[in-house]
């Protein structure tokens, strides 16, 4: 079952990157790169109910695209063994 905050939601995706109606300070935004989809969703949710603004990406290469659009995040939280593309590659 996802959260409704969840970023997977497509319904609240555009929410994410809003901040929280009791907070004028900014979201922090933060890039989470992991292979493991379980692992991926359940930190998200964890992050993003602890009012953080998440992003996912499911391996080295689609970091690397969406890095190449775009590069407001304050942190990026990074697997280092994932297939095709490590963290240490992306890294580099």
């Known amino acids: ?12 995706a555009h929410s994410l990157g809003q901040g929280a109606e009791f907070n004028d300070s900014p979201r922090i935004r933060i890039l989470l790169v992991d292979d493991d989809e379980l692992f991926r969703e359940s930190l998200a949710m964890n992050l993003v ?3 953080f603004n998440v992003t996912e990406c499911e391996n ?3 970091c690397m695209a969406l890095l190449n659009d775009r590069a407001d ?14 963290g240490i590659e992306v890294v580099q």
């Open 49 to 51: 109910d602890e009012d």
């Open 73 to 86: 995040f304050d942190l990026i939280l990074l697997d280092w063994r994932m297939p095709g593309m490590s």
């Open 1 to 12: 079952m996802t959260s409704p905050n969840h970023p997977n939601n497509a319904e609240n």
């Open 60 to 62: 080295g290469r689609a």
